[in-house]
């Protein structure tokens, strides 16, 4: 696809209005999300992302629309795990119901910034040397394994651990013990203190990095165009703070999404090591975009289906245990 700096430039500049615009309509003043406007919302940001997708399709025609709706499910339904961690992070921080919105805000942000420089960073090593398909893939295929392992083992009692970065910010900055508002920083007995809300602002950013590593490899293995590995990112993560207070109480019910999430991450393996087979000259066959659009949309579909009868089964289970201890 053939992106000019103008079309970066307007991209990159609408994408900051918007962020803008959802912080001043929505995000400015702390309150509790409620889910009606969480719904709303993610509605919005749901649109905007056909938008853009039918906009792909009217500039550049059907096949760079197809990737970036396959890389915008894609990414969308791995940030839907981020939520998990994210919900830890909240509690391992306490944070005020009025201001995780405002933390989420940011966090994304931080993490949107981040990620951009994982994209570049790919993007060099994808057009520099095609082999580096191979090392996607198996990373993907591994990371598919894992997250099937880690799904099977069933650790209940799971803990935020804080990086490396958060844990030389805390040690080497002082801190307040309790939220001053919305603050970053305070100066009290003539020192600067930072606040906790700035700790778990940079908490939810950066450990969406560790995300990224199998993310950003994921997408490559449906586009290699920077612009849409980039776009698709942004879309999915931007709408992840109202996903966050919309299906905040049904992730618990999402028992088999990592099975589903591994079944995608797996596949878009299998499809870089056939592209980059096909790249070196060997005669097999590869994986188009209508066909990967629609695998992961079933998959999708059947895992959130089976993770929704596993739970009520599992609830009504409970409840006849329930009726006969009584």
């Given at each position: ?29 702390p309150h509790e999300v409620s889910i009606k406007e969480a719904g709303i919302w993610?509605a919005v940001w749901v649109v905007l992302a056909l938008l853009f997708g039918g ?175 980039f776009t698709a990112n942004a879309f999915a993560l931007m709408g992840l703070r ?85």
């Open positions: 696809m053939d992106v000019s700096v103008t079309m970066w430039v307007t991209t990159i500049g609408v994408l900051i209005a918007l962020i803008v615009a959802d912080f001043f309509i929505g995000g400015r003043k993610t906009f792909l399709w009217w500039h550049s025609g059907a096949q760079p629309a197809g990737e970036f709706f396959a890389g915008y499910i894609t990414e969308k339904s791995l940030s839907v795990d981020n939520l998990f961690v994210f919900i830890l992070i909240m509690g391992k921080f306490a944070v005020p119901r009025i201001y995780q919105q405002r933390v989420l805000m940011f966090g994304v942000i931080i993490a949107l910034v981040l990620r951009a420089v994982f994209i570049a960073g790919g993007a060099a090593l994808v057009a520099e040397f095609s082999w580096v398909f191979f090392i996607f893939g198996a990373f993907l295929i591994w990371t598919a394994w894992k997250l099937v392992k880690e799904a099977r083992a069933e650790e209940e009692e799971e803990e935020f651990e804080e990086n490396r970065l958060l844990k030389s910010i805390t040690r080497r900055f002082p801190s307040t013990d309790d939220y001053r508002g919305t603050k970053l920083f305070v100066r009290e007995n003539g020192r600067r203190l930072i606040t906790p809300m700035l700790i778990v602002m940079l908490a939810i950013g950066t450990t969406d990095v560790l995300f990224a590593l199998d993310s950003i490899p994921a997408i490559f293995g449906l586009t290699q165009d920077p612009y849409i590995v109202q996903l966050y207070f919309l299906i905040g109480g049904l992730l618990k019910k999402l028992v088999h999404l990592s099975y589903g999430l591994s079944v995608i991450l797996g596949f878009i393996g299998v499809k870089l090591v056939l592209h980059a087979a096909h790249e070196a000259g060997a005669n097999v066959p590869e994986i188009g975009i209508p066909f990967s659009l629609g695998f992961i949309v079933v998959v999708l579909a059947v895992t959130t289906f089976t993770s929704l009868r596993a739970s009520k089964k599992a609830a009504e289970a409970e409840h006849e245990r329930e009726k006969l201890d009584a």
